[in-house]
């Protein structure tokens, strides 16, 4: 209401129609106002802060804080330098090369990047045909939607440690079916060995969010017009022809969606990694949350500004990302019904 | 936002064309092997907690014949010391404890994990009686036309954008701020960062659902004579049940399987949540598969009984929460 109105129901001494009752609304917005500025606005002001700063902790409650200005972040992120050998260069064709000042934080960063970039590409496809599938009236669907659901369900404590034996050498899940089959000589140590590792990982993530994307492609699928299918079908389409020029481009808005979706939540993983491999062996699983965690608490460096830093990159990155991907689809929701 | 039911218009029916019952099963072979893909772990982990490690060491995949509870008590019987300060109150002397663990074949004792569930339960009520409760009353104003004030918008954006932060950018300040104010390793670090953590989902979701209430309604209990506070206790909640619950199962599955602020504000073994406990479990006893599948399934098993009974309605609440990042 602007102060003209104001005024004017003022002199006219009248009530105005759609006076806001402002005491209402405080009361009503107060509580959670006061737990949203405390609890996430402060904190994130402080990492801001802190990441300009040496933190050094003195025992049990005095920080010292030293301003050090931008030098976390001149370590953090790379520089990039002028070269003029082809093979050196940024891409193969930039004539940069990117000089890494913590070089456990650019395998970091590549692990979240090749995590969120990857899942998506296997994880989409496959919950799509899965859903298609159920959809042709496959029996039992509600009972396969049921069961595929329930890894959603459970914490990455369980999850991991489920994994960890699953993926375990001498008699895990895996090894024993590999074995089994005859192929035998596939069987690896998977999450010790560098280069098993976090594929095996991606896949873990895969196990837990099937039945997540299934539904969603589903509820996606089954929103498609009947009438469409019904006529492709009078005209002689197969179901694969269905699937290519029907069903996908109607779907194809959820899809985006979703794929953006398991995007931000690799950039965040944590626990996962956490309970099963702790970022080994030798750094090789290694995400930007875990590497933080690592620099803040595990490293005896008493310093909170190093991993601080950590935090409002990733933070401006991760944000920047899911804003960027809210203005390419030109909508506020990620998941439209 | 509701997931459809199979239908029962005719669809092109992959079953249909396949006549005989030969094909029929080799049709739903896939989908029995994805289901023994996902379920055949969560199964094999429960068959795993009813027999002995060493049993488990000899032949990982076997039923649980001869059937063992000892590591239900491992997991549930406290620690010695525990047991021995509780002695008087049971009844009995430190060394009848003694004795009955070394008849259990418990000589340290268990691991206490009743102590865990309660902390598990506390964290989850109050984070939930919380959130729920500022989430819906702050929904009501940022849905309703009624309190449309200047700037209304923009702050509900402001609060939603919360969603797309990545928890690291608060985790170290909270532990900071936790241990500034004293609430570092106590269940209040918990129960006051859980329900913060909720906020922007919440009032999304819940805002969505009240902002389709007819303004007639609202209307008619204000002629009534009923005030703000009572039009929404009165009127609006009753009407906002289903999104409420919704949210409450969102945040129920959130706040139990929490592992990362937990780690972070809580360092005392006595005060871990579910996740926590069982991950400090697995640092201690990496090897006692057996105790340790027992402690997994008690930690899946409140989630799935309630996803047993209500199967529809957490699936429909985990799609209509899909849009947090």
């Keep these: 209401m602007s102060v003209v109105t104001a005024l004017t129901t003022l002199v006219r001494g009248t009530r105005h129609k759609s006076r806001l009752s402002w005491q209402w609304i405080a009361l009503f917005l107060a509580p959670a106002l006061v737990f949203y500025c405390l609890f996430i606005i402060v904190p994130v002001a402080m990492t801001f802060f802190n990441s300009v700063n040496k933190l050094q902790i003195l025992g049990a409650s005095g920080i010292r804080y030293t ?37 456990i934080f650019r395998q970091a960063v590549e692990h979240s990047l090749v995590w969120g970039f990857v899942s998506p590409i296997f994880d989409i496809p496959f919950a799509l045909v ?17 069961a595929w659901f329930t890894p959603m369900l459970i914490s990455w404590v369980v999850v991991g440690i489920m994994f960890r034996w699953i993926y375990n050498y001498e008699w895990g899940a895996v090894n024993v ?11 690896v140590d998977w999450l010790g060995r560098t280069d098993t590792a976090l594929p095996a990982l991606i896949v873990m993530g895969m196990w837990k969010f099937l039945g997540f994307n299934l539904i969603l492609m589903l509820a996606a699928i089954s929103s498609v017009p009947v009438d469409l299918v019904d006529a492709a079908r009078i005209d002689g389409c197969n179901w694969r022809q269905i699937l290519w020029s029907i069903v996908l481009p109607l779907v194809r808005v959820t ?35 875990t590497y933080m965690q690592k620099r803040a ?7 909170l500004g190093y991993p601080s830093a950590i935090a409002v990159l990733w933070f401006i990155v991760v944000f920047g990302l899911a804003v960027l991907f809210q203005r390419i689809l030109q909508r506020r929701e990620i998941v439209e019904f | 936002m509701d997931i459809p039911k199979t239908r029962v218009e005719a669809k092109p029916s992959l079953v249909v064309n ?47 014949i001869p059937f063992h509870v000892y590591n239900y008590l491992h997991a549930f019987v406290p620690p010695k010391e525990e047991l ?110 859980y329900p913060a953590m909720a906020i922007a989902l919440d009032l999304y979701l819940l805002r969505a659902f009240l902002a389709q209430i007819p303004t007639e309604i609202e209307d008619a209990s204000r002629i009534d004579g ?73 930690s899946m098993l409140p989630i799935v009984i309630l996803y047993l009974m209500l199967s529809e309605q957490f699936m429909q609440s985990m799609v209509g929460g899909a849009l947090k990042g």
């Excluded at chain 2, 008087?88 to 663990?101: K, V």
């Excluded at chain 2, 199962?249 to 706040?255: A, G, Q, R, V």
Aim: proline content about 6%; some cysteine.
């Design chain 2, 18 to 64: 396949l006549s005989n019952s030969l094909s029929r099963v080799l049709a739903l072979l896939p989908f029995a092997i994805i289901t023994v893909i996902v379920v055949g772990p969560l199964i094999w982990v429960v068959l795993m907690s009813f027999r002995l490690t060493n049993e488990i060491f000899t032949n990982p995949y076997a039923l649980p």
């Design chain 1, 177 to 187: 079916v590999l074995r089994g089959v005859g192929l035998g000589s596939l069987a």
């Design chain 1, 255 to 289: 899809a985006v969606n979703l794929a953006i979706l398991d995007f931000m939540g690799k950039m965040k993983a944590f626990a996962e990694v956490w309970v099963t491999t702790n970022g080994g062996p030798v750094y090789h699983t290694e995400t930007v949350a």
């Design chain 2, 84 to 193: 021995d300060s509780l002695a008087p109150t049971l009844g009995t002397t430190p060394q009848g404890i003694d004795q009955w663990l070394q008849q259990t074949n418990l000589p340290d004792g268990g691991f206490g994990f009743f102590h865990y569930i309660v902390n598990s339960v506390i964290v989850t009520t109050a984070s939930l009686l919380i959130v729920t409760t500022i989430t819906t009353m702050a929904a009501y104003v940022f849905a309703r036309q009624r309190y449309a004030f200047p700037g209304r918008g923009p702050l509900f954006i402001f609060i939603f954008l919360s969603m797309f932060f990545p928890p690291q950018i608060t985790q170290l300040s909270l532990f900071q701020l936790a241990v500034s104010y004293k609430v570092f390793n106590t269940l209040w670090s918990l129960i006051l960062v």
């Design chain 1, 130 to 146: 899965l859903a298609y599938a159920l959809y042709l009236k496959v029996p039992f669907t509600r009972f396969f939607r049921f």
């Design chain 1, 297 to 303: 608490f595990d490293w005896q460096t008493l310093d």
């Design chain 2, 226 to 298: 009923c005030n703000d506070w009572q039009t929404f206790w009165k009127v609006m909640l009753p009407i906002a049940k289903p999104a409420i619950s919704t949210v409450i199962i969102i945040n129920l599955l959130d706040f139990w399987n929490e592992f990362l602020y937990a780690l972070t504000l809580v360092t005392k073994p006595e005060l871990a949540t579910i996740p926590l406990a069982t991950y400090h479990w697995v640092g201690e006893v990496e090897l006692d598969v057996g105790g340790l599948a027992a402690a997994l399934v008690i």
């Design chain 1, 67 to 103: 301003f050090v200005g931008f030098q976390n972040y001149n370590i953090l992120i790379p520089q990039p330098e002028l070269t003029l050998n082809p093979a050196n260069m940024t891409f193969g064709f930039i004539p940069f090369t990117l000089v890494w000042g913590d070089d």
